[in-house]
Nanobody, 121 residues
Framework: QVQLVESGGGLVQAGGSLRLSCAASGRTLSTYVMGWFRQAPGKERELVALISWVRTIVYADSVKGRFTISSDNAKNIVYLQMNSLKPEDTAVYYC???????????????WGQGTQVTVSS
C-alpha cells in the first residue's frame, strides 16, 4: 500500500514556474513507476510525465522541453518542475504509482488527492 500526497500547486502567470512535489509513504518509490497526470475541466485525465525505477522517463508531447520529472528515492519524493507555463497547463495535477511503464490511467493503482495549478494569461 502506498499513500501519496501532492503539494506545490498554485496560481502563476503565463511564462512562470512551479515545482510540484509528491511525498510517498508506506512503500519505497524505487519499486514503482511514478507518474504525474493532469485533468482539466471537461477533459480526460492525461499523463504528463512518468519515471521508472530504472530511470526511464516519458513526457507528453505538450510538455517536452518545459517540464522535468525527477525523484529523490532517499526522501521518497517525486518532483515535477514546470517552466514556461501556459494557460493550457491549467488543471488538477495528480501523482500516481503503478507497476508498469504506461500512459493509461488504469495502470496506476495508487493516487494522490491532486493539487490545482492555474496559469493566468
Amino acid at each position: 500500500q502506498v499513500q501519496l500526497v501532492e503539494s506545490g500547486g498554485g496560481l502563476v502567470q503565463a511564462g512562470g514556474s512551479l515545482r510540484l512535489s509528491c511525498a510517498a509513504s508506506g512503500r519505497t518509490l524505487s519499486t514503482y513507476v511514478m507518474g504525474w497526470f493532469r485533468q482539466a475541466p471537461g477533459k480526460e485525465r492525461e499523463l504528463v510525465a512518468l519515471i521508472s525505477w530504472v530511470r526511464t522517463i516519458v513526457y507528453a508531447d505538450s510538455v517536452k522541453g518545459r517540464f522535468t520529472i525527477s525523484s529523490d528515492n532517499a526522501k521518497n519524493i517525486v518532483y515535477l518542475q514546470m517552466n514556461s507555463l501556459k494557460p493550457e497547463d491549467t488543471a488538477v495535477y495528480y501523482c500516481a504509482a503503478g507497476t508498469k511503464i504506461a500512459r493509461a490511467v488504469g495502470e496506476y493503482a495508487y493516487w494522490g488527492q491532486g493539487t490545482q495549478v492555474t496559469v493566468s494569461s
